[in-house]
């Protein structure tokens, strides 16, 4: 009873139609905004042994879970990284705008790096043993440093929409969710097609492009970031269609 009588306060939204609308969009907006880190789990975690992925991918998603759950227990002083520290170049730069710079920085230059060692792999024989049988613990902290960037923006998004503390911890929980469920189907689907890979670190260069924007105070709307990657994963999907009907007729013509 006195687990209920504390909870209640908390809860007293689910009487409200409203809410559960802010609620239902709060969850879709923090699933689309986890399509970003989830492509870039996918891509760390495939350079990893393969009995080693699972693993690092539960690893990497319940530490973005536990991450977010902590920084929305301390979303007042969340909500202040949005205040100005400095000013440079006629913007004022707040510790989010430096977060999302230094976040947009390293996937620019993981992408970079990555596309690199895709397109000429024996350029970088000596030093690909470190990249493509990277430690377990090293993904992890890669994939904790991103996902404190995404992290951050999630929670702030997240309190532009809605006062409630609850609709935020259910939308986050909901959303990792979905993610935990995605990540194992969707590197699968990577690692099968060597194509994706590199559309998927044009689609982290892009990402990386808009952080260092956003922070710089130039915003993108993310309609137009996604709409661009679906386009591009639209185009790829028939280049895949076509490159198999293809090869069924080879087939079939021998």
Same mark, same amino acid.
């Given at each position: 009873?006195?687990?209920?009588?504390?909870? /209640?306060?908390?809860?007293?939204?689910?009487?409200?139609?409203?809410?559960?609308?802010?609620?239902?969009?709060?969850?879709?907006?923090?699933?689309?905004?986890?399509?970003?880190?989830?492509?870039?789990?996918?891509?760390?975690?495939?350079?990893?042994?393969?009995?080693?992925? /699972?693993?690092?991918?539960?690893?990497?998603?319940?530490?973005?879970?536990? %991450?977010?759950?902590?920084?929305?227990?301390?979303?007042?002083?969340?909500?202040?990284?949005?205040?100005?520290?400095?000013?440079?170049?006629?913007?004022?730069?707040?510790?989010?705008?430096?977060?999302?710079?230094?976040?947009?920085?390293?996937?620019?230059?993981? /992408?970079?790096?990555?596309?690199?060692?895709?397109?000429?792999?024996?350029?970088?024989?000596?030093?690909?043993?470190?990249?493509?049988? %990277?430690?377990?613990?090293?993904?992890?902290?890669?994939?904790?440093?991103?996902?404190?960037?995404?992290?951050?923006?999630?929670?702030?998004?997240?309190? *532009?929409?809605?006062?409630?503390?609850?609709?935020?911890?259910?939308?986050?929980?909901?959303?990792?969710?979905?993610?935990?469920?995605?990540?194992?189907?969707?590197?699968?689907?990577?690692?099968?097609?060597?194509?994706?890979?590199?559309?998927?670190?044009?689609?982290?260069?892009?990402?990386?492009?808009?952080?260092? /924007?956003?922070?710089?105070?130039?915003?993108?709307?993310?309609?137009?970031?996604?709409?661009?990657?679906?386009?591009?994963?639209?185009?790829?999907?028939?280049?895949?269609?076509?490159?198999?009907?293809?090869?069924?007729?080879? *087939?079939?013509?021998?």
């Amino acid at each position: 009873m006195q687990l209920i009588e504390f909870l /209640a306060p908390h809860f007293h939204f689910v009487s409200d139609p409203t809410a559960w609308v802010a609620l239902l969009t709060l969850v879709v907006l923090e699933i689309v905004l986890g399509i970003d880190n989830l492509i870039f789990i996918s891509i760390l975690t495939n350079k990893l042994p393969e009995a080693q992925r /699972a693993r690092a991918r539960r690893l990497g998603i319940s530490a973005a879970l536990v %991450m977010r759950l902590i920084l929305l227990a301390t979303i007042s002083i969340i909500v202040q990284l949005t205040t100005p520290v400095f000013t440079a170049f006629g913007h004022g730069f707040s510790w989010r705008d430096l977060i999302l710079i230094a976040g947009g920085l390293f996937l620019v230059w993981k /992408a970079t790096k990555e596309i690199h060692h895709t397109v000429d792999p024996q350029d970088h024989q000596d030093t690909m043993v470190g990249t493509l049988q %990277m430690s377990l613990a090293g993904a992890i902290f890669q994939i904790l440093l991103l996902d404190l960037v995404f992290s951050i923006d999630s929670i702030i998004t997240a309190v *532009g929409m809605t006062d409630e503390i609850a609709i935020m911890y259910i939308a986050v929980i909901v959303a990792v969710s979905v993610m935990m469920l995605a990540a194992t189907p969707l590197a699968n689907f990577i690692a099968r097609n060597p194509s994706i890979v590199m559309l998927a670190l044009g689609f982290l260069l892009m990402i990386g492009m808009t952080l260092i /924007a956003d922070g710089m105070g130039y915003h993108v709307p993310k309609g137009y970031i996604y709409a661009a990657m679906g386009f591009s994963a639209l185009v790829e999907g028939l280049n895949m269609l076509a490159r198999n009907r293809k090869k069924q007729r080879s *087939g079939g013509g021998h």
